[in-house]
């Protein structure tokens, strides 16, 4: 059993075009992370959110921490090529220390 | 360092045989993570260390795997009779604290069994 699960699995897009990653839980995370991985490299954290309906905005990116804080949601506007990879949730709980990672959605953005 | 390094990049390994990973964290994190990634897999966490408290193993897929971590800073990961099974990247990460803020992870070692 998967404890996060995201969605979709893959996405191919073109330049210009938005989308919507999620990650979704029916356990409660204390904090969730998005990290984004390329090829042959190890995944680089992009965002931390903490509160429920907490909202982040990096640029393009905009990320979102549920009410119940189980799920969240990665919206990225106006795709570019430089934002292909693969995006990994993670979930902490409580005072466990280690992070509970989704498989991931990979993401291509075709110029 | 100015981050996680990892060593060796790349290992390729006959069934059987014994294979020692290598991580050095950044300078004064507390908190330092070993996770495999197999394709389609996502990351499987391994062990985690947090100062000097006792490690949490409960991710060890086998006692064929171990890990230390020596004077609070560089951790090794061994894995005794490699199979196949084991092909896969290893991640090591650490974190100023318990994660809660975020990891830094190095590039990884390609482990292959064949």
């Known amino acids: 059993t998967q404890l996060l699960e995201q969605s979709p699995q893959f996405l191919s897009i073109q330049e210009g075009e938005n989308l919507t990653v999620y990650c979704n839980s029916s356990?409660?995370?204390?904090?969730l992370q998005w990290y984004r991985q390329e090829p042959g490299e190890g995944p680089v954290l992009l965002v931390t959110?903490?509160?429920?309906?907490e909202v982040k905005k990096l640029k393009r990116l905009t990320f979102q921490f549920g009410d119940a804080r189980k799920d969240s949601s990665l919206h990225i506007t106006a795709a570019q090529p430089g934002d292909t990879g693969l995006y990994l949730c993670?979930?902490?709980?409580?005072?466990?220390?280690?992070?509970?990672f989704g498989k991931g959605t990979k993401l291509s953005v075709k110029p | 360092g100015a981050g996680v390094s990892q060593s060796p990049s790349n290992k390729v390994t006959e069934k059987g045989k014994d294979v020692e990973l290598r991580c050095d964290p950044i300078?004064?994190?507390?908190?330092l993570y070993w996770y495999r990634q197999s394709l389609g897999q996502g990351l499987e966490f391994l062990i985690y260390?947090?100062?000097?408290?006792?490690?949490?193993k409960s991710g060890l897929p086998s006692d064929r795997f171990s890990a230390e971590r020596t004077g609070g800073s560089v951790s090794t990961l061994t894995i005794q009779r490699t199979q196949q099974e084991d092909s896969a990247v290893y991640l090591c990460?650490?974190?100023?604290?318990?994660?809660?803020?975020?990891?830094?992870f190095g590039s990884g070692t390609r482990l292959t069994v064949v």
């Open positions: 990460a650490s974190s100023p604290d318990q994660g809660g803020r975020g990891y830094t």
């Open positions: 356990s409660v995370f204390s904090s």
């Open positions: 959110v903490v509160t429920g309906g």
């Open positions: 993670a979930g902490a709980r409580g005072s466990q220390g280690n992070l509970i």
């Open positions: 300078s004064g994190h507390t908190a």
């Open positions: 260390f947090q100062g000097n408290s006792a490690p949490d």
